[in-house]
């Protein structure tokens, strides 16, 4: 069974290994949103420069303008004229100049949201490490753990032991339940086999005599248990096997993200070994903000240089970068709001048992788990909020 939901400790020390915890005054979230603010603040001052330059530019051509309109002298009509093409070719080139500007932010954008990713992954992929919600839920699963299964459950055995050998279906039964050997907590209440199971007990209560009142009602208990079992694990196995959807949805993800940062450094000329040890596994958040601030200006000078190198193509080269990246940070908001989905199935599923009465007991003491774990997800990951900003996060010219 594949697990998918930590305890708040494992989550602590998790993100612990990957640097979130230790700083005091620079969390990992915080670190990513300085970096993005400085980019956003950059591009603000840049866009500020750029307009007043263009207004500028404007006046001196309305007022040129004004002058050609009236001025008799040909002499300077043409200077005006020169002078006029010349003031328009700088406003082009401002206008370049911004247009350049916001590829560099977003590309800056994109490169520190590309590979402050890993450090977003790292714990989404450990977060089904744990065995506590889970080992408390499999508990609830196992028979044995209720008095009303284990009371009948001897005589039974005794009654499959002596008749199997005239019972298909009993010496079926004595196999799997290991009749003759010691009892195991692998008793099939859901599946195939546990038809046989229902059968054989079905059986047993009825070779019971009436005189045989206490035994009776030992047996019927402990049908009573194994059904109420064999619904709640029916139920309970449905929701785990949605769990493969979305394994195999963040294994895919994370091929696509090694593909995309593992290109987009080698772009940038970093090895991956660096960004490892530099920003990924440094606990510093200082130094991680140091780093990334390195790496946004090896990011917006690939920019300038790709207009260089490339002058008709370079805007659709970075723009296909951005997308992916957007692309990659939608898809980790789209698993993580699964996984929530997928938390919350396990409440309702509890709701619906916590008041049987013969397991009822033991489902209801696993709310308070449960909670803590929701509480746990909610405090590590924002499923709405993070889609939210991956779709907000490049400037639009």
């Known amino acids: 069974m594949k697990k998918i939901i930590t305890a708040t400790l494992l989550v602590y020390l998790v993100f612990r290994a990957f640097g979130e915890v230790g700083d005091t005054t620079l969390t990992e979230k915080n670190v990513r949103e300085k970096i993005l603010n400085d980019i956003k603040l950059n591009l603000n001052t840049k866009n500020k420069a750029i307009d007043s330059t263009i207004i500028n530019l404007d006046s001196r051509v309305g007022k040129l303008d004004s002058v050609i309109k009236v001025t008799g002298n040909p002499r300077e009509r043409i200077d005006k004229l020169v002078e006029r093409v010349q003031v328009l070719e700088e406003k082009q080139k401002a206008i370049e100049q911004n247009e350049i500007n916001v590829y560099e932010a977003n590309y800056q954008s994109a490169i520190i949201n590309l590979v402050s990713m890993e450090r977003e992954i790292k714990p989404l992929l450990l977060f089904h490490a744990t065995k506590d919600f889970f080992s408390s839920l499999n508990e609830t699963t196992n028979p044995f753990n209720y008095d009303g299964f284990r009371g009948g459950f001897d005589k039974f055995r005794e009654y499959v032991d002596k008749i199997k050998d005239e019972s298909a279906t009993q010496k079926a039964i004595s196999e799997f339940i290991g009749a003759s050997g010691g009892v195991t907590a692998d ?44 619904q709640f694990t029916t139920e309970k196995n449905l929701i785990e096997n949605e769990w493969e959807g979305i394994s195999l949805s963040l294994g895919e993800m994370q091929g696509y993200y090694d593909t995309v940062v593992n290109r987009n450094l080698d772009m940038l000329g970093i090895d991956r070994d660096e960004l490892t040890t530099e920003f ?40 296909y970068e951005l997308m992916d990246v957007q692309s990659l940070k939608v898809k980790y908001g789209d698993i993580t709001y699964r996984v929530k989905s997928h938390i919350d199935k396990y409440s309702k599923l509890i709701n619906r048992f916590k008041s049987n009465k013969e397991i009822g007991a033991h489902v209801n003491a696993l709310d308070s788990r449960l909670n803590q774990l929701k509480a746990t997800f909610d405090d590590a990951f924002e499923p709405a909020q993070y889609v939210h900003a991956a779709t907000q996060m490049y400037k639009v010219m």
Do not use: C
């Open 187 to 230: 008793i099939p209440v859901v599946g195939a086999y546990s038809q046989l199971l229902f059968s054989g007990m079905a059986d047993y209560i009825n070779s019971i005599g009436h005189n045989k009142r206490e035994l009776k009602e030992q047996a019927e208990r402990m049908f009573s248990v194994t059904a109420s079992l064999s």
């Open 280 to 319: 990924t596994r440094q606990s510093d958040a200082s130094k991680r903000y140091a780093y990334l601030t390195n790496l946004r200006q090896q990011a917006a000078q690939y920019v300038i240089d790709l207009k260089s190198q490339e002058p008709k193509d370079w805007k659709e080269n970075i723009y």
